[in-house]
Nanobody, 115 residues
Framework: QVQLVESGGGLVQAGGSLRLSCAAS????????MGWYRQASGKQRELVAA???????NYADSVKGRFTISRDNAENTVYLQMNSLKPEDTAVYYC?????????WGQGTQVTVSS
């Protein structure tokens, strides 16, 4: 089991920046991928970005060039730096840890971008 605690959400104007953090309660195994998903009101949850233990990353097309995911394996923490935020980035952002055998979710943190 692992508990994921997110922080860093909030209200920001369009064009602004936010940094999300997600701390895991235990050491991540090398096979575990850490990532961020988001769910806007009335929409399905979607992948924003993911990072493997070795550092390889994957981004949704809508955030490429604006968001950066990073991972501190020593601190069991994953970050999402969000720049040039747009109103359409407004959503609840969820931290995720997954492997071929299990998947864990954080409680979510609200990000609201005003126009």
């Amino acid at each position: 089991q692992v508990q994921l605690v997110e922080s860093g959400g909030g209200l920001v104007q369009a064009g602004g920046s936010l940094r999300l953090s997600c701390a895991a309660s235990r050491r991540m195994f090398s096979i575990e991928v850490m990532g961020w998903y988001r769910q806007a009101s009335g929409k399905q949850r979607e992948l924003v970005a993911a990072i493997a233990s070795g550092g390889s990353t994957n981004y949704a097309d809508s955030v490429k060039g604006r968001f950066t995911i990073s991972r501190d394996n020593a601190e069991n923490t994953v970050y999402l730096q969000m720049n040039s935020l747009k109103p359409e980035d407004t959503a609840v952002y969820y931290c995720n840890v997954r492997s071929p055998w299990h998947e864990y979710w954080g409680q979510g943190t609200q990000v609201t971008v005003s126009s």
